[in-house]
């Protein structure tokens, strides 16, 4: 089987953070996950993977076959950079009906962006870090 005939699936999404109980409080009350399993990283496993020299906390969020994974280090902070850079910018969230889903996140207080574009709206949020999330109706 070549690559070109596989179906890929996206597994789970890592995000890092210094404020894990806000992103936690994000993600389960406001864009419904469900909060999992919270263990320990050792360092002996972030340094070579991430090149962080501490361990981290990581928590599992999960949506039907969606999985975030919030990691925050013990002991040390992260330091922030946002702007314009090479790397991953924006994560997709697919929904079934985009502008219920809107308006009920919306009702929960959270601001949405949106921006016509030929006749329909692109829109985004933003986490508690203020990683953006595209939402877009699965159809």
Known sequence: MG???MNHLC?????FT????DMILFYTEKLGFERGVKKIVPEAIMVPIF???SSCSLTKLTSGHMTIE??????????E????????NHWG???????????ELQRRGVHIIRVENNGRY?????????????????R
């Open 70 to 79: 919030v990691l925050c280090p013990e002991g040390s902070e992260l330091k």
């Open 11 to 15: 597994h789970h999404i890592g995000i």
């Open 93 to 103: 969230l697919g929904v079934q009906d985009k502008e219920a889903f809107c308006n």
């Open 122 to 138: 692109i829109c985004f949020i933003k986490d508690p870090d203020g990683n953006l999330i595209e939402l877009y109706e699965e």
């Open 51 to 53: 090149g962080l020299s």
């Open 3 to 5: 690559i070109k005939n």
């Open 18 to 21: 210094n404020n894990p109980e």
């Open 81 to 88: 950079g946002k702007g314009y850079s090479a790397g991953y």
